[in-house]
């Protein structure tokens, strides 16, 4: 089973609103990762967490705030988000022992 | 950072019909992954192949990791294979850990 599953599916919401976004699995993997994709651009890395804490943070906006609760779930706290943030979030995992990452069907985000 | 291009930008193909898509990348890798998209956004994993060569059905690979470039084969392609298909890469300095994708190849068959 290589399932990662993320909720919700689409969000819209205006620049002054707090939402988040929750990615969870259970194949025991302890690698997650955030990436963001903007329309008809290659998705992007925006953060890593490995045994839950936080090992690469490719230079994101502190309006974008990552959490890793436990080895299962994986959010992304959004906060006064700008338009140009609009995009689709995905979330991947990584199991031990190899180097092979497996993604969730992503967010679609829209801030208005 | 690792560069990552992909070729040909675009392809439209008769159904049945087969390709290659070739991934160029700058430098050492141990992750090398092909991904389809689908229109929905879900990035479907076809191939880990950060070396040699695997088959899966109608779509098989080769990374020639001395070279530096992955190929990705399509046979007798079907309509549902449309999408973006995309080669990412895991460069030594990240732990493979960072993948970088390439810009991607749009792929749409036609009946």
């Known amino acids: 089973d290589t399932e990662v599953t993320q909720t919700p599916k689409h969000l819209v919401m205006g620049m002054t609103n707090k939402k988040s976004l929750k990615c969870e699995q259970h194949?025991?993997?302890?690698?997650m990762y955030w990436y963001k994709q903007k329309a008809k651009k290659p998705p992007e890395l925006m953060f890593v967490?490995?045994?839950?804490?936080?090992?690469i943070n490719e230079s994101v906006p502190s309006r974008f705030s990552p959490e890793c609760p436990n080895s299962s779930l994986l959010n992304l706290h959004l906060h006064a988000l700008q338009p140009e943030d609009s995009a689709l979030y995905l979330c991947?995992?990584?199991?031990?022992?190899?180097?092979?990452?497996?993604f969730g069907p992503g967010t679609r985000l829209t801030v208005t | 950072g690792i560069q990552v291009e992909q070729s040909p930008p675009d392809l439209i193909l008769q159904e049945g019909a087969n390709s290659t898509l070739r991934c160029n990348f700058s430098d050492s890798v141990n992750n090398l992954q092909w991904f389809h998209q689908n229109p929905w956004g879900q990035l479907i994993n076809l191939f880990y192949i950060p070396s040699g060569t695997k088959q899966n059905g109608r779509l098989s690979a080769t990374t020639v990791a001395t070279e530096r470039y992955s190929l990705l084969y399509i046979s007798s392609s079907q309509t549902t294979d449309s999408g973006v298909y995309f080669c990412?890469?895991?460069?030594?300095?990240?732990?493979?850990?960072?993948?970088?994708f390439g810009t991607g190849t749009q792929l749409k068959v036609e009946l």
């Open positions: 990412a890469v895991g460069g030594l300095t990240g732990g493979g850990n960072k993948l970088t």
């Open positions: 991947a995992s990584r199991r031990q022992g190899s180097y092979e990452q497996y």
């Open positions: 967490y490995s045994y839950e804490k936080l090992s």
């Open positions: 194949m025991g993997h302890r690698a």
